[in-house]
């Protein structure tokens, strides 16, 4: 996996990374926040640290049992989860996580995805990464945890993640690996994506054998406190937490317009209008998406005036009103 190293923290090159669209690590560019210097001196220190800016409002959680070794996931057959969502302080969680600490094989505690400024206020003034002054609008959120494995995912928006105390191994692969990777269910899922349902820690080529073939474009880091790593969007990544006490802190963004709309929900409404249909009717729909869609932006409607070309033309965000509506209307229907 590419890697650099000696960037200026406050002028990181997320212009160029983004178009570059490829997953790279950014040693040491947190090395000097707050959080980072308290979990080199101790991990006792660095959850004092947390517990300082902790606004006392109960937080989610998951939590399992030490038969689930570190990795919320799914039950026999993929209709539950392994895990239970908790809610309590985060104060709470840091001390049973901590009474864990000797425990060879201990309970999971996973805190996800937790918004920083709702849950630890002043906590980005000495621990943030800078992207505002770059023009990103991103939000940061807070991943706490022991050894937890986050299975393989993707994700829509552009990816910061620092490792803040502890240390995460990260393995991506790119988006058209998807096949191999065998996702799992889209509902429920593990943390609100689907997940590969490959134990990447130990492959059941057996059942799973197109894995092999994943593994061929696999990119692996380590990312010690202070490193980073950007993922782009889409590209799926698993992460293993790999000490007793694990934090990042990571940045969402997207590098479209905020009026286009998820491609998710598109994804979801194709299934149910297109997957099932007769293989003739499919393939035409696949020209008209070829057309519409996945060609050139420019080409659909290139003949018409711009007066008429509506939905053919580049969205702005009056037209990504009008067609919201139109799509409830036709839903609701």
Same mark, same amino acid.
């Given at each position: =996996? ?5 960037? %200026?923290?406050?002028?990181?090159? =997320? ?28 991990? &006792? ?20 049992? /030490? ?27 840091? %001390?049973?996580?901590? %009474? ?7 309970? !999971? ?75 799992? /269910?889209?509902?429920? !899922? ?17 059942? &799973?054998?197109?894995?092999? %073939? ?19 969007? =889409? ?7 790999? =000490? ?90």
């Amino acid at each position: =996996m590419q890697t650099l190293e000696g960037l %200026d923290p406050t002028a990181l090159p =997320m212009e160029a990374l983004v178009a570059a669209g490829v997953p790279v690590v950014l040693r040491g560019i947190a090395r000097n926040w707050g959080v980072v210097q308290a979990g080199l001196r101790s991990t &006792h220190e660095a959850m004092a640290y947390l517990r300082g800016f902790d606004a006392g409002v109960p937080v989610p959680y998951s939590f399992g049992g /030490p038969e689930i070794e570190g990795r919320p996931f799914y039950n026999a057959d993929f209709t539950r989860l392994n895990v239970e969502v908790r809610r309590g302080l985060l104060t709470q969680v840091l %001390d049973e996580i901590a %009474d864990t600490f000797d425990d060879p094989k201990p309970p !999971t505690y996973y805190v996800a995805s937790l918004l920083i400024d709702r849950a630890l206020p002043g906590f980005a003034q000495s621990n943030d990464a800078g992207l505002a002054g770059q023009g990103i609008e991103a939000s940061a959120s807070i991943w706490i945890g022991n050894r937890v494995t986050a299975s393989c995912h993707f994700d829509t928006p552009e990816n910061l993640a620092c490792c803040v105390v502890g240390q995460r191994r990260f393995t991506l692969f790119p988006p058209e690996q998807i096949d191999n990777l065998y996702p799992g /269910p889209l509902e429920p !899922t593990p943390g609100g994506q689907v997940v590969s349902v490959v134990d990447m820690d130990r492959p059941d080529f057996a059942r &799973h054998p197109r894995f092999r %073939d994943a593994l061929a474009s696999a990119q692996t880091a380590v990312l010690e406190p202070g490193d980073a790593i950007f993922i782009p969007s =889409m590209w799926w990544h698993h992460v293993r937490s790999l =000490m007793p006490f694990n934090v990042l802190v990571n940045y969402w963004w997207r590098s479209s317009p905020h009026f286009l709309s998820s491609p998710l929900p598109a994804l979801q409404h194709a299934m149910w209008a297109l997957r099932d249909l007769p293989p003739r009717q499919k393939q035409a729909w696949s020209e008209i998406f070829a057309y519409y869609v996945f060609g050139p932006g420019e080409r659909a409607g290139q003949h018409l005036p711009d007066v008429a070309r509506g939905e053919l033309a580049p969205f702005d965000e009056t037209q990504a009103r009008r067609t919201r509506a139109q799509l409830l209307a036709r839903l609701n229907r």
